[in-house]
């Protein structure tokens, strides 16, 4: 696989990793299908056995969000910013604090959008807590698996 077509990949996921984070756009399929396109064109063993991880990573994911409530994030005042905020803080937190950084992160993002946008430390806590009972759960849970298999991938990359 060439240079440009792994760069496409990597895009492919980058995108996807921001779909998680908008409603309505298939974050998860964008992941795996890149992944899948990698395997496909890599002749090497670690590209299957990475696709086989992120196909068992995502089924195992949805049913987690299944059991998860239903996400409400809009009506709980979830906003695009908040958004952003959060994925910042998981992406960042992945990478600073290998793998399970994410968590932190992705509630640190959100209770600073909300420390922002309200002012006071108890207000921004109490907001963190809707925004987490409100299906935020859910969104971590799925952001959480595609940075895992995002790793998975540039690891490969790196090392395989």
């Known amino acids: 696989m060439g240079v440009w077509e792994l760069l496409l990949v990597g895009l492919v996921i980058l995108l996807g990793l921001c779909g998680v984070l908008v409603p309505g756009v298939p974050g998860t399929w964008l992941v795996w299908a890149a992944v899948l396109w990698w395997a496909l064109e890599?002749?090497?063993?670690?590209a299957w056995f990475v696709l086989v991880g992120a196909t068992v990573a995502l089924f195992l994911s949805q049913v987690v969000r299944w059991a998860l409530p239903p996400r409400r994030l809009r009506?709980?005042?979830a906003t695009p910013r908040m958004a952003v905020y959060a994925g910042v803080g998981?992406?960042?937190?992945?990478?600073?604090?290998p793998v399970l950084g994410a968590i932190p992160g992705f509630m640190g993002g959100i209770y600073l959008s909300?420390?922002?946008?309200?002012?006071?430390h108890g207000e921004a806590r109490a907001a963190?807590?809707?925004?987490?009972?409100?299906?935020?759960?859910?969104?971590l849970a799925?952001?959480?698996?595609?940075?895992?298999?995002?790793?998975?991938?540039?690891?490969?990359?790196?090392w395989g």
């Open 75 to 77: 009506a709980s005042g």
């Open 114 to 120: 909300e420390r922002l946008r309200l002012g006071r």
């Open 42 to 46: 890599d002749p090497r063993p670690v």
């Open 128 to 139: 963190l807590r809707t925004a987490m009972r409100s299906g935020g759960w859910s969104v």
């Open 90 to 97: 998981a992406f960042l937190g992945f990478f600073l604090l």
């Open 142 to 158: 799925e952001l959480f698996t595609c940075l895992l298999i995002a790793g998975a991938w540039l690891g490969a990359q790196l």
